[in-house]
């Protein structure tokens, strides 16, 4: 079955660490999204990708980056982790931006 | 980005009572869609509203598209524990823009 995972499901750094999450999918999709999730805000948009190099800024894309080498994988990168950047961070696909979204289980980031 | 305002925020009720979920923006939808998120796991698509007015059935949960797109409802019908969970609902705003969800516990 086509599925959709993230690593680490836990992570703890310290401020000022460079850290990646992962992300694969199996569904073949060529649109992949990173959100995080945060009480009281709901998903909020971090950045995405139409296909193999191409990524886009959603609307919290500050201290973070991603790069699209392959249509499986949408690598999510804090250059230098802040406290603020403590959260959940979920990872989704579709098939097109409209469609159904296919989120992974997501990673929960605590940066101290 | 269109704000969307899901209310009410927490929603705590027994076993077998009917609740309602709404979600509701100033703009205009081209099509909304409500996931349902549980503890640990990421959210999943219960349903997706395209035409203004239109209603959806998912077994005990009703769907409701105004008919101006602005606002949507989800209505759930004796509710059971299985229910709870955090109910989002997301806008099409040629990209998805979510709403801060109502976190729903049904008690038994």
């Known amino acids: 079955d086509a599925e959709i995972t993230q690593s680490p499901r836990h992570k703890i750094t310290e401020t000022g660490r460079q850290v990646t999450l992962a992300c694969h999918q199996t569904?073949?999709?060529?649109?992949m999204f990173w959100y995080r999730q945060d009480l009281g805000h709901g998903l909020r948009l971090i950045h995405y990708?139409?296909?193999?190099?191409?990524?886009n800024k959603g609307e919290v894309s500050d201290g973070y980056s991603v790069s699209r080498s392959n249509t499986e994988d949408l690598p999510l990168t804090l250059e230098s982790a802040a406290s603020s950047q403590t959260s959940v961070y979920f990872c989704?696909?579709?098939?097109?931006?409209?469609?159904?979204?296919?989120f992974g289980p997501g990673t929960r980031l605590t940066v101290l | 980005t269109q704000l969307l305002e899901q209310s009410p925020q927490f929603l705590s009720i027994q076993e077998g009572e009917n609740l309602t979920v709404y979600c509701n923006s100033s703009?205009?939808?081209?099509?909304l869609q409500w996931y349902r998120q549980e503890p640990g796991e990421g959210p999943v698509l219960l349903v997706t509203?395209?035409?203004?007015?239109e209603v959806k059935k998912l077994k005990r949960l009703t769907f409701q598209f105004g008919d101006a797109r602005k606002d949507s409802s989800l209505h759930i019908t004796a509710a059971q524990p299985g229910d709870t969970g955090l109910y989002l609902c997301?806008?099409?705003?040629?990209?998805?823009?979510f709403g801060a969800g109502t976190t729903v516990t049904v008690r038994a």
């Open positions: 990708s139409y296909g193999v190099q191409d990524t």
């Open positions: 509203v395209v035409t203004g007015g």
């Open positions: 997301a806008a099409d705003d040629y990209k998805l823009s």
């Open positions: 989704a696909s579709s098939e097109s931006f409209t469609r159904e979204q296919f």
């Open positions: 569904w073949n999709h060529n649109n």
């Open positions: 703009s205009v939808f081209s099509s």
